[in-house]
């Protein structure tokens, strides 16, 4: 992500220049430290002669997830005055002002770092909005097509979304899809809708450096993305999460696919022998009935009624659901595939599809449906994924309706 700064050039702006620039600090982890540091300078101004906001444990752990993890966030408090205590290296601490004069002068320091942090907190969150959308017309450079539907089916509200990325990570040759069905409401899915990718892109981008695997960074997006629900306090809604990353290794064209929940994938290739496609499961579904999920949600302290987490939650595994940790749990299944030539195409979709299309089904009608498209049609991807969400709700689907189509 490119920040725009456009610093007056006082030392406070400077700073979050330096602050929201670094590209050690994830973007939505800076924000989150600007708000921090906004909680404790407003204390500070409602409040100028109560001595508990004018000092500060580095080491406090909520301080060091919020704050003093990112770089040069503690540099903040030091602008506007913080110093080290002298009797305790653990903690800075903001001076006691010696007369009015000085209290005076300390409170317009602070106002104008207020009005600074809040300028650039607007500006930051603006650049973190924006969702990637690619429209129909789209020429795609990772992928041969891809094409997407989305419906709210027979559900009053929406809480599924999706993200299609092409050229992701700054690699033309790197292409991410993700789907996402939300539950409890949207808080969770569109937080996450907005940060999944970008924190992935970010945590790829540092750990390159490191040599380490796409697998690993997968699984620390995945993590990071849900301790970032948390901090913002979403805790009772949840989302399930299906990726799809295509990536080039060592000469192979590799896809790699993570799921948390019940949102799969299915790979479809031909096969020589039957003549006719075969659907290849890439997600797994994690379900309170499966056994191996069972004991895991015993070994984490939980239970199993009615087939459901804790008697509440009928997915074993998503982002957020905080009430529920760690019964529920973040960490992802993934899985490597190194395409070939009999690899036709991947369907990544929410369970309002499958839970009435098994994954023959459904490899099978998109398979006709891209057979069935016309050379000069536009995105037959895209036709075939409205063409499956059609076919869903004509099977009476209760749910919400996403898939997406990537042909190969």
Known sequence: MSVSTGA??????????????????????????????LVMVNAIIDAPGDH??????LSNL????????????????????????????????????????????????????????????????????????????????SVRQAGLAHSVGRRPANEDDYVMVDGFAGDPRCGLFCVYDGHGGREAVDFVVRSFHENLSWIMSRRRKQDATTPS???????????????????ESGVTVATVLFVDEGGDRVLYSANAGDTRAVLASWDATSNRVVSK??????????????????????????????????????????????????????????????????IAACDGIWDVMTDDDAAL????????????????????????????????????????VITL
């Open 8 to 37: 007056t050039g006082t030392p406070i702006d400077l700073l979050l220049d330096d602050l929201a620039g670094s590209r050690d600090n994830n973007p939505f982890d800076v924000i989150e430290a600007i708000d921090t540091a």
């Open 52 to 57: 508990r906001f004018r000092r500060i444990r």
């Open 62 to 141: 909520n301080f060091h997830e919020r704050l003093g993890h990112v770089k040069h966030g503690v540099d903040l408090f030091r602008r506007i005055g913080f110093q080290p205590d002298a009797s305790d290296s653990d903690f800075i601490v903001l001076p006691p002002d010696s007369d009015d004069a000085g209290r005076s002068q300390t409170l317009t320091s602070v106002r104008q770092a207020r009005l600074a942090m809040i300028k650039r907190r607007k500006q930051l969150a603006l650049q973190t909005d924006g969702i990637p959308r690619l429209s129909d017309t789209h020429t795609w450079v």
């Open 217 to 235: 960074c997968i699984e620390a997006a995945y993590l990071y993305t849900d301790a970032q629900l948390r901090r913002r306090s979403i805790l």
């Open 281 to 346: 499961r890439l997600s797994m579904d994690h379900k309170p009935s499966l056994a191996s999920e069972v004991a895991r949600v015993k070994d984490a302290g939980g239970f199993i009624a009615g087939n459901r987490v804790n008697g509440v939650l009928a997915v074993s595994r998503a982002l957020g659901d905080h009430v529920l940790k760690p019964s529920v749990s973040a960490v992802p299944h993934i899985t490597r595939h190194v395409l070939t030539g009999d690899d036709r195409f991947v």
């Open 365 to 404: 009608f998109v398979n006709d449906q891209l057979a069935a498209a016309a050379p000069t049609e536009g995105n037959p991807a895209g036709r075939a994924a409205s063409a499956l969400v059609t076919r869903a709700f004509e099977k009476q689907s209760m749910d919400n309706l996403t898939a997406i």
